[in-house]
């Protein structure tokens, strides 16, 4: 099964499309092939797989983790559809500060690799939608940053105006916040 790759707006971060086998009795595809992922140049090893439900109108993130455990994330979604949201965190980018959006769901199997430096998001869009990714490194509580979903200097454009969101993503820090503090720079 063929397996294509398209490049984001946003150097590094890939939108991936498995190939797939459809008959009378549904379809198949592979989500993860190491030794067809590392022909395209993707040779991440993944130590943990999440998968997460939202209800329509919940909004999870941006988050991140740091450089004391930094994270690829391989997401897609699997029940539904999802607005999902990348941004560069990488201070010394020429795409800092800058967004990309993709439609996942689970009609068109995409996938996104959301790499090293980058702040994730998604807006469920369906009534529920379900997420599953693959982690290269394991959740690090210590490690976790989360910069606010409608920062005006990221200036994301959400389909809503005012999401359902966890008091941690309420909470969120500014990208002027983010870029004042080395601490939190995901450089690599």
Same mark, same amino acid.
């Given at each position: 099964?063929?397996?294509?790759?398209?490049?984001?707006?946003? %150097?590094? $971060?890939?939108?991936?499309?498995?190939?797939?086998?459809?008959?009378?009795?549904?379809?198949?595809?592979?989500?993860?092939?190491?030794?067809?992922?590392?022909?395209?140049?993707?040779?991440?090893?993944? &130590?943990?797989?999440?998968?997460?439900?939202?209800?329509?109108?919940?909004?999870?993130?941006?988050?991140?983790?740091?450089?004391?455990?930094?994270?690829?994330?391989?997401?897609?979604?699997?029940? !539904?559809?999802?607005?999902?949201?990348?941004?560069?965190?990488?201070?010394?980018?020429?795409?800092?500060?800058?967004?990309? $959006?993709?439609?996942?769901?689970?009609?068109?199997?995409?996938?996104?690799?959301? %790499?090293? !430096?980058?702040?994730?998001?998604?807006?469920?869009?369906?009534?529920?939608?379900?997420?599953?990714?693959?982690?290269?490194?394991?959740?690090?509580?210590?490690?976790? !940053?989360? &910069?606010?979903?409608?920062? %005006?200097?990221?200036?994301?454009?959400?389909?809503?105006?005012?999401?359902?969101?966890?008091?941690?993503?309420?909470? !969120?820090?500014?990208?002027?916040?983010?870029?004042?503090?080395?601490?939190?720079?995901?450089?690599?």
């Amino acid at each position: 099964m063929q397996l294509t790759i398209r490049e984001t707006a946003l %150097p590094g $971060a890939l939108i991936i499309e498995p190939g797939r086998f459809r008959d009378e009795r549904g379809f198949f595809l592979e989500t993860w092939n190491r030794r067809d992922f590392a022909t395209h140049g993707i040779a991440t090893d993944f &130590v943990q797989d999440n998968h997460s439900r939202s209800g329509k109108g919940v909004l999870r993130g941006f988050h991140y983790q740091d450089m004391t455990a930094p994270m690829v994330k391989l997401v897609r979604c699997t029940y !539904g559809s999802v607005l999902d949201v990348i941004v560069d965190l990488r201070v010394a980018s020429s795409t800092f500060g800058r967004w990309d $959006a993709i439609e996942l769901t689970a009609e068109n199997m995409l996938q996104l690799l959301v %790499p090293i !430096g980058f702040g994730h998001a998604f807006l469920t869009l369906s009534d529920a939608a379900e997420i599953q990714y693959k982690c290269s490194a394991y959740y690090t509580p210590s490690a976790e !940053g989360v &910069v606010a979903w409608n920062d %005006p200097d990221i200036g994301v454009d959400w389909p809503v105006s005012d999401p359902i969101l966890s008091q941690r993503d309420r909470n !969120g820090m500014s990208l002027k916040q983010y870029l004042a503090n080395p601490a939190f720079h995901m450089e690599r």
